[in-house]
Structure formats: structure tokens, C-alpha cells
């Protein structure tokens, strides 16, 4: 099993907690660190969302079982609208707090004004 195969079983089973065919496992309370474990699973490991040095990085990673993400992340008071597929990083600017928002995906960095498409193939 190669990481990503084992990132998604564990994704998988985190979110089953909750989620999952044993519905009483929640009658007492939602797991919120389950819950909390699995968004960051999604956003910081299958969306690649990192802070790093300072920097925004994207580095998305989308599970083979899934045709798109689309999550929102605040950066330094900007909020971003992400959505990743196979084919495409899409960053919109939603807010104008700065002018412009930088960030790297895979080595080169972008600037995002408003909307921005990014190739992934």
C-alpha cells in the first residue's frame, strides 16, 4: 500500500467514527478531534495546504475516488475559495483585505487578484 492508499483507508476509517455504519458510536456526543482530524485531513493532506516558511503552499493530492474538493481557508485575513480536481488547482479571492494573495504550487508561485486556474497535468 503506497501512502497515498494508506492516507485514504485512514481518511476512511477516522471518518467512520461519526459517520460510519455504527450510528450509536455518536449517541453521546459528536468525536470532535475525530472531526477536527479528518477536515485536516482533507484540506491540509488531500488539498495540500501548508504554511510553510512564512508562505502559502498548495500542493493538492486528490484521492483517486474523488472527482473534486472544494473547501474555503483564511489567509492573513483574505478568505480563498479552493477547489481542486485531476486536472486543476482553482483559487478565488474572495475578500480584499490585500491586494493580491501569493502562494506556491509545486515550485512555482502564483498570484491570486481575483480568480486564478491552474493546470495539474
Not at 79 to 104: G, I, P, S, Y
Request: hydrophobic letters at 40%.
Amino acid at each position: 500500500m503506497d501512502d497515498r492508499e494508506l492516507a485514504y483507508a485512514l481518511f476512511e476509517q477516522a471518518a467512520r467514527i461519526d459517520l460510519g455504519p455504527n450510528m450509536k458510536s455518536s449517541d453521546h456526543g459528536m468525536h470532535t478531534a475525530s472531526i477536527g482530524g479528518v477536515w485536516q485531513s482533507v484540506v491540509c493532506g488531500f488539498g495540500g495546504v501548508r504554511m510553510l516558511d512564512g508562505k502559502l503552499r498548495i500542493h493538492p493530492k486528490l484521492p483517486k475516488q474523488w472527482k473534486k474538493l472544494s473547501f474555503p481557508i483564511y489567509w492573513r485575513g483574505d478568505r480563498l475559495e479552493v477547489t481542486v480536481t485531476h486536472e486543476q488547482l482553482v483559487v478565488k479571492k474572495v475578500t480584499n483585505v490585500h491586494d493580491a494573495v501569493t502562494f506556491d504550487v509545486f515550485g512555482t508561485a502564483y498570484e491570486v487578484k481575483d480568480e486564478i486556474t491552474i493546470p495539474l497535468t
